[in-house]
C-alpha cells in the first residue's frame, strides 16, 4: 500500500471495492458496499438519541458486527466512541463509564443484568440493541478532534483513558496496513479484543488496505486453528501467551498453508516463540513489533531480520520517529539504556481528564515540542536495530545491578522446563531485591531448571524464590500480568 501523508476522518477507512468482503461473520459477512451502508445508519440512530457533539458514548460488547461497527460509526455521529473489554467485570465498567462521563452504554442484556445499582452513572441510557437511523454520509470532521478513549488495562491502578483523534487512527491504520504488506485479498483474523489498540488497528488497518477480517471471540487455542481453517485467514496476530498456548497443539495442514503473516505485539517474543512460530509457519512472515497505546506503535522489524535478531524490535514505523534518549533528553549513545521516546503524528493527545499524568508522560524534547516518554528502556545496536530491555517501574535491582525481569524470564524458558514465567523483584535486606520466579508447568522439573540457571546465569541474576502454578493470570488483554502476581506474593508475605 503507498503511504499517503493527509489525514481522514477515520470512518473514511472502509476503502475496499464495494462487493468484495469487508466482515466475515457467523451472520454471513459484509461486503464494503453494505459496511458502509451498516455504518451509515448506525451513526444516524446515535445522532437521533440528541447527545451533544463530543459525547462519549460506550459500548460494552463482544465481537458482534455492532461492535466491529462501533468505531466508525460513533464518530462519523460527532460523538467519541469509547469501547470496554468485554472481559472486564462490572466494577471495572463502572469506573469507565464515571472517568469517560459516558452519555450511554451499548450491550446485551446478559451483561447489563449483571450490572448493580450506582455502576452506571445517573441518567445515562443502557441500550441492549442497537438501531437503524438515517444514514448520514461520510464525516467531515477536522481530523485533530476527539474520535476514541481507549482504557489502558490497568496493571497498576485504575484504568486511564488514551485520547485518540481521528488522525492517530488514520496514521495507525496506513502505517501498519503499509509496512504488513496487507491487500485485497488478505482475511485478517481479529482474535484480540476490539478495546486494545492492537485489537482495532486489525480492523481499521485491513480495511484501508481493502481486505476482509474476521472477528473472533475464542476460549481455547483450537478454536483459533478452526477459525483459520474455516476463514482461509492470512494473517494472525498474536500477544506472547496465545503463541504459547497455539505452539503447544497440532495445526492441521490448511490451517498451516494458508497463514501469509505473524505480528506479535504487547509482549517481546523468546527466542523460544520465534523459533516455534518459524517452524510451525515457514512460509509466513513473522513481524516482531513494539507500542504503547499512548503512541498506538513504535516500532517493528523486518521479517529477514527474525532468525538472526530475534531479540530485537526494530525500527520506527511510518509516521512514528522514535528516539533513546537520557534522562537530560540528551541522545543515548549506540549501546547504551535510555528511554524510548516516542514523536509525530501517532502520540495520543493524552489522558482523558488527568492534565498531571499527561504532562508526567507527555513531554517535550530538545527536538519536539511534544512527544510521549514511554517509561521502558531500550537500547540501540549498532546495527541500528533496537532491543527492549525493560520498563522502569519493573526493573530489578540486586546488589546494584540492574536487572531487566524479561532476560530472567527467557533464561527460565529456554530449556524448556517452564512454559511460561514471569520474574519479578521483592525487598531484600541483604541485596537490595531479591528475584521471584513464577513458572507454568510441572514442579518436577525445578532441580533441572535451577542446575540450568546456575549454569547460564551470573549469581546476582539467580532467583531467590521459584514457584509453580498450573496457568498464570491474565489481564484483560490477554498479557500475563506481572502486577498481580507480585500483588499475590506480597500479599502472602505479609500474612506469613
Do not use: C
Request: proline share 8%; charged share 20%; hydrophobic share 45%.
Amino acid at each position: 500500500m503507498i503511504l499517503d501523508p493527509t489525514a481522514y476522518p477515520i470512518d473514511h477507512v472502509l476503502r475496499g471495492a464495494g462487493d468484495a468482503p469487508a466482515l466475515l461473520d457467523r451472520d454471513g459477512g459484509l461486503s464494503f458496499a453494505k459496511a458502509e451502508d451498516a455504518v451509515a445508519r448506525l451513526a444516524g440512530w446515535l445522532a437521533a438519541q440528541g447527545f451533544l457533539p463530543g459525547a462519549r458514548v460506550a459500548s460494552w460488547l463482544p465481537k458482534t458486527r455492532t461492535a466491529a461497527l462501533m468505531p466508525l460509526a460513533a464518530p462519523r455521529a460527532g460523538l467519541v466512541h469509547v469501547p470496554i473489554n468485554p472481559l472486564l467485570k462490572r466494577g471495572q465498567v463502572a469506573h469507565i463509564l464515571a472517568d469517560s462521563g459516558t452519555a450511554m452504554l451499548l450491550t446485551q442484556a446478559a451483561r447489563a443484568a449483571t450490572l448493580e445499582a450506582g455502576d452506571v452513572p445517573q441518567g445515562v441510557p443502557v441500550m441492549t440493541e442497537a438501531g437503524e437511523g438515517d444514514a448520514l454520509p461520510r464525516s467531515a470532521a477536522d481530523t485533530d478532534a476527539l474520535a476514541a478513549i481507549l482504557y489502558t488495562s490497568g496493571s497498576t491502578g485504575r484504568p486511564k483513558g488514551v485520547m485518540l483523534s481521528h488522525a492517530n487512527l488514520w496514521y495507525g491504520a496506513v502505517s501498519v496496513a503499509h509496512y504488513l504488506k496487507l491487500a485485497p485479498n488478505d482475511r485478517v483474523l481479529g482474535a484480540l479484543p476490539f478495546s486494545f489498540d492492537y485489537g482495532q488497528n486489525q480492523l481499521f488497518s485491513t480495511w484501508v488496505a481493502g481486505g476482509a477480517v474476521a472477528p473472533l471471540d475464542y476460549l481455547t487455542p483450537r478454536d483459533v486453528v478452526k477459525a483459520i481453517a474455516r476463514h482461509g485467514a492470512t494473517t494472525l496476530a498474536g500477544v506472547p501467551p496465545l503463541w504459547t498456548q497455539l505452539l503447544g497443539i497440532d495445526w492441521p495442514q490448511e490451517a498451516v498453508a494458508s497463514i501469509r503473516r505473524l505480528t506479535n505485539s504487547g509482549g517481546a517474543l523468546t527466542p523460544r516463540l520465534v523459533r516455534g512460530l518459524r517452524a510451525l509457519f515457514p512460509a509466513a512472515d513473522l513481524y516482531a513489533m513494539y507500542g504503547l497505546t499512548e503512541a498506538f506503535r513504535s516500532t517493528y522489524l523486518d521479517p529477514a531480520l527474525i532468525d538472526t535478531h530475534p531479540d530485537a524490535i526494530g525500527r520506527a514505523i511510518p509516521f512514528a520517529e522514535v528516539m533513546v534518549l537520557r534522562p537530560d533528553g540528551s541522545r543515548a549513545a549506540p549501546g547504551e539504556p535510555g528511554e524510548l521516546v516516542h514523536a509525530g503524528p501517532l502520540v495520543a493527545q493524552g489522558y482523558w481528564r488527568d492534565a498531571e499524568r499527561t504532562a508526567q508522560r507527555f513531554r517535550p524534547t530538545p527536538d519536539h515540542a511534544r512527544a510521549v516518554w514511554s517509561g521502558d528502556t531500550v537500547v540501540e545496536g549498532a546495527d541500528g536495530l533496537l532491543r527492549f530491555v525493560g520498563r522502569d517501574d519493573e526493573m530489578i535491582k540486586v546488589a546494584g545491578n540492574r536487572i531487566s525481569p524479561q532476560e530472567i524470564e527467557e533464561a527460565a524458558l529456554a530449556g524448556g522446563e517452564a512454559r511460561e514465567a514471569v520474574a519479578f523483584g521483592i525487598p531484600d535486606e541483604a541485596q537490595g531485591q531479591g528475584i521471584v520466579l513464577v513458572l507454568g508447568g510441572d514442579p518436577a522439573q525445578e532441580p533441572a531448571l535451577r542446575s540450568r540457571l546456575k549454569r547460564d546465569l551470573p549469581n546476582f541474576m539467580q532467583p531467590s524464590h521459584i514457584a509453580w502454578a498450573e496457568t498464570l493470570p491474565r489481564n484483560a488483554n490477554g498479557k500475563l500480568d506481572r502486577a498481580a502476581l507480585r500483588r499475590d506474593w506480597t500479599d502472602k508475605d505479609t500474612t506469613s
